[in-house]
C-alpha cells in the first residue's frame, strides 16, 4: 500500500478555516485520495475523497496537488464538533472492495 | 444514507468466555465487510476481510481461530472472540462496503471489549 504522511496533532481556533496536510509521494496513478475522521469512542466517518481535481462537500473541500504527491483537507468554518482525528487514506483500483489502512492521523484540537 | 450498526455497543465479559460481535449493515447490502481493533490511542487495525458466503481473508498475525468471523448474508457479519482474554480487551470496529460502489466505506459505531 502506498504510505501518507500526516502531521500528529493540530490546532485551529473555533469559527476559523482549518487545513490539514497530508503527503502521499508514493501515490500509483489509479489511487483515490480518501479522508475519514474518528470522533472520540466512535468509528471513523467518511468526509470526502478524489483523485486528481478538487472536490468539494457539505463537509469539507480536498485540494489536490497537481502531481498528486500531496492534498489537503480544508475545513471552512471549524467548529468544535470537528475535534476529531483525521485520516488520509489512499485507496487503489482495480480489485473491487478495498481494504483500508490507517495510520496515526491528525489530531484536530479545536479551541473555543 | 448508509448506515452500519454494531451490537453490543460494548461487553464486559470473563477471561474464558466467548464474545459474538454483530456487524449489520441497515440500509444497503454488503458483499464486504472489515473489522478493525482499535486499542487506546492508536490507529485502527485490520483484522480481516469477511466476504459474503466464503471464508475471511485474515491479516497476518491475527489468530483466525481465535477471532472467528462468519458472513452469512450480504447484510450480516459477525466477529466471535473464542477464549477471551484482558489482552483481547480493545475497541472493535466493523466497516462494510457497498455492494457496486468500491471507493466508500461506512463504519459502525464500534464495540468497546473489556475482559476481566
Given at each position: 500500500?502506498?504510505?501518507?504522511?500526516?502531521?500528529?496533532?493540530?490546532?485551529?481556533?473555533?469559527?476559523?478555516?482549518?487545513?490539514?496536510?497530508c503527503n502521499h509521494s508514493t501515490i500509483s496513478g489509479t489511487d483515490y485520495i480518501h479522508w475519514y475522521r474518528q470522533l472520540p469512542s466512535q468509528g471513523p466517518e467518511y468526509v470526502i475523497h478524489g483523485l486528481t481535481s478538487n472536490v468539494n462537500n457539505r463537509m469539507a473541500s480536498l485540494a489536490i496537488a497537481e502531481d498528486r504527491?500531496?492534498?489537503?483537507?480544508?475545513?471552512h468554518r471549524a467548529t468544535l464538533r470537528d475535534a476529531a482525528v483525521y485520516y488520509c487514506i489512499l485507496t487503489c483500483i482495480p480489485g473491487g472492495y478495498q481494504?483500508?489502512?490507517?495510520?496515526i492521523?491528525?489530531?484536530?484540537?479545536?479551541i473555543p | 444514507?448508509?448506515?452500519?450498526?454494531?451490537?453490543?455497543?460494548?461487553?464486559?465479559?470473563?477471561?474464558?468466555?466467548?464474545?459474538?460481535?454483530?456487524?449489520?449493515?441497515?440500509?444497503?447490502?454488503?458483499?464486504?465487510?472489515?473489522w478493525y481493533r482499535q486499542f487506546p490511542k492508536q490507529s485502527l487495525m485490520l483484522m480481516a476481510t469477511s466476504n459474503e458466503g466464503s471464508k475471511a481473508t485474515y491479516e497476518q498475525g491475527v489468530e483466525k481461530d481465535k477471532f472467528l468471523i462468519n458472513h452469512a448474508s450480504l447484510t450480516l457479519s459477525t466477529?466471535?472472540?473464542?477464549?477471551?482474554h484482558p489482552e483481547d480487551s480493545s475497541f472493535y470496529i466493523c466497516s462494510a462496503a457497498e455492494t457496486g460502489k468500491r471507493y466508500e466505506q461506512y463504519f459502525g459505531p464500534g464495540t468497546r471489549l473489556t475482559v476481566t
Open positions: 500500500d502506498a504510505k501518507t504522511t500526516q502531521p500528529n496533532s493540530m490546532e485551529s481556533n473555533e469559527e476559523e478555516p482549518v487545513h490539514l496536510p504527491k500531496s492534498s489537503t483537507l480544508i475545513l481494504k483500508v489502512t490507517f495510520g492521523g491528525t489530531k484536530l484540537q479545536v | 444514507g448508509a448506515v452500519v450498526s454494531q451490537h453490543p455497543s460494548w461487553v464486559i465479559c470473563k477471561s474464558g468466555t466467548s464474545v459474538k460481535i454483530e456487524c449489520r449493515s441497515l440500509d444497503f447490502q454488503a458483499t464486504t465487510m472489515f466477529l466471535t472472540v473464542t477464549s477471551a
